[in-house]
């Protein structure tokens, strides 16, 4: 960087400084503009949002094995805040089922190590670390470490397995069977459910109707009409008992009497090292999908790292009023979308609701039946479970991507939903691996067709190059010219597979041209590794074979090489040079960077010249491009003379790459093989 860089940069420091400021805080950009027409759309929104976040709150804190009006906390502070920094004005922020989950069985992890932290405590600890974190690498821009890290099945798979987790866990509460530990893995709980049922209450009765209410009525309201109508008929059963027969949530504290600081110490940190990474991957991930899915649907750009710092900031804060972590939910996003929000300020209304209901109408929640919750919670979560289509496509396209959605399943039901993730993240880095290791490189050759000339009345032969070993049965498929090999690299050439490419070139170029190394060698001069003691047949077919004179490499798809890369590319080289008992030529084709291109010429991938007419007294073996959009190359090795053009076409799912030979030229066209 030179001093008039440096310069510039210095004077345009301020100016970024102040922009970047103003993108931390979106809603100065729409707010001048607010209108009464967006505020009629944010009033409904939000107060619909509202009422459904209420009852799912109280719900999903009982999930987390919270007291119910944490959920009610995380509610508040959640709608409230992230309105401010957001870009999405769809998505709703709040107590989730996958992360009332994961909070429910880190409590139980680390109350099992000690019992020197309350529920609470740790809840609101996970909400201050992970949002810190979610802070940090939004005002970075790092968002991307987590986003692009996970693939798609793992999600979907953790998704599925925690429904099905949560499902189970749930339906215990349903029956009203009291005697289930639903900390235990799923399978468990399952076969405790099961041999509870003969115990079942008449719980079994709201909550079996519940679950026909919320697939019955399709409105946006039907989970609190449902939790109304549960809460009126459940009082009406108590008047004048001293017990309620069925099982109800009672007292519930009103008003705000959370606010202190999370528990910040190392100890508590250290407990939970080991829950906050699935914890932050599913907060940051579930929130950034529901946005972006939002986005598209309605026409506007969501910023991912803004996003980040909205949630690391409602999280951080919300630790201060006992919120535990919070992130985007899908079924209150949707319902606040179909219900015509404008603009993120109806985030604002939502959270009027939710602390008016938390001043003023905690007395009617005591007699929600928590069979009712069940299945508002049972509803919710059967929603997340992959289609049958999904898997459907999987298995036709990619088979191992369904192995990892199949993974993270069944490891969620027989372990935890956590453990699910993590083994499932590992398994797919695996395949990544896996195929980056072995990746194609295929040798060429051509088939031939036959057009009309568009200046002679006589046809012309056109011939595409495709991958040779699949189409050597093709009666019209030719073999390159005797002596010529082309290689087509399927990947970046790294140290994860340059081994494999070294031994597939190399053992496929020996099979087909011939051993000249030892022509003139003494036997008792040969190494003792070699195997030259072939029949006379085998000794017959080498030489049939053509002796090789040049080998051609495709580097389209090459977009880096490594060290290891260049070492075997100069490993190549050195064994064909031997084995063919001269100096081969090595041709390079859409070579995509000059650091590729100067790291060739330095291993010795070039020409020596006798004069000095460029710097580095060298001239690299490229191919390159012409006015005429075709890139050539001399080959000085034989018989190359045979008048052959391009031409592009494709045979069912074949792909023809096309080359030209013209004149000892070779020519690949509009940068493509």
């Not at 899915?293 to 803004?306: A, D, K």
């Not at 590992?426 to 051509?446: V, Y």
């Not at 568009?454 to 056109?462: C, L, M, Y």
């Not at 007419?613 to 012409?626: A, C, G, H, Q």
Request: include cysteine; proline fraction near 4%; charged fraction near 20%.
């Amino acid at each position: 960087m030179d001093l008039k860089t440096i310069k510039q940069f210095i004077s345009d420091l301020p100016r970024h400084f102040v922009y970047y400021v103003k993108s931390l805080f979106p809603f100065l950009t729409w707010i001048s503009n607010y209108n009464l027409t967006w505020l009629s759309g944010d009033v409904i929104a939000g107060l619909t949002a509202g009422a459904v976040v209420i009852p799912q709150g109280l719900a999903y804190a009982k999930l987390a094995t919270l007291p119910p009006e944490y959920g009610l906390y995380s509610s508040f502070v959640g709608v409230s805040i992230y309105c401010f920094f957001s870009t999405a004005k769809d998505v709703t922020i709040g107590p989730t089922v996958v992360l009332s989950l994961l909070i429910g069985q880190a409590i139980a992890g680390i109350n099992k190590q000690t019992l020197d932290y309350t529920g609470p405590q740790i809840a609101a600890s996970f909400a201050l670390f992970s949002g810190l974190i979610a802070l940090f690498l939004g005002l970075f821009r790092l968002g991307f470490l987590i986003e692009d890290a996970i693939p798609a099945p793992v999600v979907e798979g953790f998704t599925t397995g925690s429904a099905i987790t949560i499902s189970m866990a749930q339906f215990s509460k349903l029956f009203g069977i009291s005697s289930v530990d639903t900390k235990k893995p799923t399978y468990y709980v399952f076969g405790k459910t099961l041999i509870g049922l003969p115990h079942t209450e008449i719980d079994v009765v709201f909550g079996i109707l519940g679950l026909i209410y919320l697939y019955t009525i399709k409105f946006g309201s039907s989970t609190i009409s449902l939790v109304i109508i549960c809460t009126l008929i459940a009082y009406l059963i108590n008047i004048g008992k001293k017990e309620s027969p069925i099982k109800i949530l009672k007292h519930i504290p009103s008003g705000l009497r959370q606010i202190r600081p999370a528990k910040f110490d190392t100890e508590i940190l250290r407990l939970m090292s080991g829950y906050l990474p699935g914890i932050l991957i599913i907060l940051i991930l579930e929130h950034i999908a529901i946005a972006k899915s939002f986005g598209r649907i309605n026409s506007y750009t969501v910023n991912p790292s803004q996003e980040l710092i909205a949630i690391g900031t409602t999280n951080a804060l919300g630790s201060f009023f006992g919120a535990y972590p919070t992130t985007g939910s899908f079924v209150r996003t949707a319902i606040k979308a179909k219900s015509g929000v404008r603009t993120p300020l109806a985030g604002i209304f939502s959270g009027i609701l939710v602390i008016s209901a938390l001043y003023f109408l905690t007395s009617a929640f005591y007699y929600i039946p928590d069979a009712t919750l069940a299945a508002v919670i049972i509803h919710a979560v059967l929603g997340l479970v992959s289609p049958l289509s999904y898997l459907k496509k999987l298995l036709r396209t990619q088979r191992s991507d369904f192995l990892i959605w199949l993974v993270v399943v069944i490891i969620s039901i027989f372990f935890t939903v956590d453990i699910g993730i993590y083994a499932a993240s590992a398994f797919a880095l695996l395949i990544i691996l896996f195929r980056m290791s072995r990746p194609r490189c295929d040798p060429l050759g051509r088939i031939t067709f036959s057009h009309e000339s568009t200046t002679k009345e006589d046809k012309e032969n056109f011939h595409a190059y495709i991958p040779l070993e699949e189409n050597n049965d093709d009666d019209k498929f030719e073999s390159p010219p005797p002596g010529v090999i082309i290689f087509q690299l399927g990947e970046s050439l790294i140290y994860v597979n340059a081994n494999h490419v070294l031994d597939k070139i190399i053992n496929y170029t020996k099979e087909n041209t011939r051993d000249m190394q030892h022509k003139a060698e003494k036997k008792g001069d040969r190494p003792w590794n070699d195997s030259k003691n072939e029949s006379a047949a085998k000794q017959s077919q080498n030489l049939k074979l053509p002796i090789l004179n040049a080998i051609i490499f495709d580097m389209t798809a090459v977009r880096a090489i490594d060290s290891t890369g260049l070492r075997v590319l100069v490993d190549i080289k050195k064994t064909l040079d031997k084995f063919s008992g001269h100096k081969v030529e090595y041709h390079f084709a859409n070579i995509q960077s000059e650091a590729i291109k100067k790291a060739l010429i330095e291993d010795g991938f070039h020409e020596e010249k006798d004069n000095d007419d460029d710097d580095n007294n060298n001239n690299m073996n490229e191919i390159e491009t012409n006015d005429d959009n075709e890139i050539r190359v001399d080959i000085d090795s034989g018989n190359l003379k045979e008048k052959s053009v391009s031409y592009i076409t494709s045979n069912g799912k074949k792909k023809y790459f096309h080359l030209t030979l013209d004149e000892a030229v070779y020519v690949c066209t509009n940068g493509t093989w």
